[in-house]
């Protein structure tokens, strides 16, 4: 198996950054046009879960404002083989000085790169 493949590490490293892109601008179309369109996806949130893409749309919609700004502080990028990838950010909120955590797993479909589940976390009291 050919692990971080430089296309694919390219590849799944613009869609990671056009999802943070479109997280902190509050685009939801963007947004939902990353994840996979599918009763199997997974969101957890900090308070939150979503099971489908149904319920991640629902929240997003009813999110008034977005995701709270952020600054991303660490970033990983992993491919495993052509197909699948591990993404995970640290983060600190704008507005608190807590550290956040988001992991993502990403499948390549034929319509491109996809989020299959996604965790996000808070650190209480930091690291």
């Known amino acids: ?40 996806v997974v ?6 879960a979503q099971y489908g893409i149904d319920e991640i749309r629902e929240f997003r919609k009813t999110r008034l404002g977005g995701s709270p700004q952020r600054k991303v502080i660490r970033r990983s990028v992993m491919t495993f083989g052509l197909h699948f990838a591990a ?13 956040g955590r988001q992991s993502q797993s990403w499948t390549r479909f034929p319509e491109g790169w996809r989020v299959v589940a996604a965790h996000v976390s808070l650190l209480k009291g930091g690291l």
Do not use: K, Q
């Open 1 to 40: 198996m050919i692990i971080n493949d430089p296309a694919t590490l390219a590849e799944v490293s613009a869609a990671f950054g056009a999802y943070e892109v479109a997280l902190m601008t509050n685009d939801i179309e963007a947004m939902d046009a990353l994840f996979w369109h599918s009763p199997l």
């Open 43 to 48: 969101r957890y949130g900090a308070g939150d």
């Open 87 to 99: 993404t995970n950010i640290e983060f600190i909120r704008n507005d608190s000085p807590i550290i």
